[in-house]
């Protein structure tokens, strides 16, 4: 398994692919890998001969010092984890110098208004943190498509707004969100739930699964009314919110309409450990 740790590793390794004519699939993660980035691994190298894994833990896309701080860091596992794919996937773990040199700081974007709600409303900057790091990754790797999960589906949204703003010439393919037999969402947050909270977590998914269900018996209003009851029955997990939105414009449910798709949103804390999730309703 081939590490590399430099701005200029990293392009020199793409440039040998590109002269060798083999597409790169890109996939960025923050590390602590789990099932949910196999899963995404997996997809990528259905299509390409090549994929590039990044683990980097992006200071700018966190709202909360603590939360950067306490984020896990595994390079060490995640090394052994991906070393079943042999020399078709590679890491690249740079340091926060390789990929913004000597000042650590966000580009603002306007990602047209969906930078705004949910994770926006409650991670103030999150979604410019994203961007930067997402831009300066797409132009050091130069991939011919990246890979982001559906369980981040407003970053995934973001990020297809992103390629677009900054012209890059890149696909964005979107993966199904991996989950746990229990239907917890795979997340490397899950590392830091206590044994009791990873037993209570699942009711999230449950949740959602019985939103899918009544789906068009009730208005949005009565789904979030619905929603906060139950969390309030489990004073366990707190309910941070809970949205429907229309999945293109991630613009609050008010009437149903016709050919349009929605989803449900959720962000939950248990204890300090912050879980988001989402399902598809039509
Ligand atoms: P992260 O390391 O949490 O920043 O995630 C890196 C990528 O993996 C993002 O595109 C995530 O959406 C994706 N991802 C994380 N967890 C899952 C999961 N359970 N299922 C599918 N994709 C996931």
Redesign the pocket.
């Known amino acids: 398994m081939t590490i590399l740790y430099t701005r200029s590793e990293i392009e020199k390794k793409v440039s040998e692919k590109k002269q060798q004519n083999l597409s790169i699939g890109f996939?960025?993660?923050?590390?602590?890998?789990?099932?949910?980035?196999a899963?995404?691994i997996e997809l990528a190298l259905k299509k390409h001969p090549f994929i590039i894994v990044s683990?980097f833990v992006n200071p700018t896309q966190f709202n909360n010092a603590s939360d950067l701080e306490k984020y896990p860091r595994t390079l060490k596992e995640d090394t052994s984890f991906l070393s079943v794919y042999g020399s078709k996937v590679c890491i690249y773990a740079p340091s926060p110098k390789e990929i913004y040199g000597s000042k650590i700081i966000a580009k603002q974007y306007n990602f047209g208004g969906i930078e705004n709600v949910m994770e926006g409303t409650h991670r103030p900057g999150h979604f410019d943190g994203v961007g930067t790091v997402l831009n300066h990754l797409f132009r050091q790797i130069r991939p011919d498509e990246a890979?982001?999960?559906?369980?981040?589906?407003q970053?995934?949204q973001i990020v297809r707004r992103l390629v677009k703003i900054e012209k890059l010439p890149l696909s964005i393919t979107g993966?199904?969100?991996?989950?746990q037999e229990n239907g917890l969402?795979?997340?490397?947050?899950n590392a830091r739930l206590t044994q009791e909270q990873l037993e209570k977590a699942p009711f999230i998914y449950k949740t959602l699964l019985q939103v899918k269900n009544d789906f068009g018996t009730k208005s949005a209003l009565n789904h979030k009314k619905w929603v906060q009851a139950q969390f309030k029955k489990n004073p366990d997990l707190n309910l941070e919110y809970f949205e429907i939105s229309n999945i293109k414009n991630l613009s609050p449910l008010s009437r149903k309409r016709k050919h349009q798709k929605y989803r449900a949103f959720i962000a939950v804390y248990a204890g300090e450990i912050r879980l988001i999730d989402n399902i598809a309703l039509n």
Do not use: W
């Open positions: 996939v960025p993660t923050m590390g602590a890998l789990h099932e949910g980035h899963s995404l683990v890979f982001f999960g559906e369980k981040d589906f970053q995934l993966c199904p969100i991996h989950r969402a795979m997340s490397s947050r």
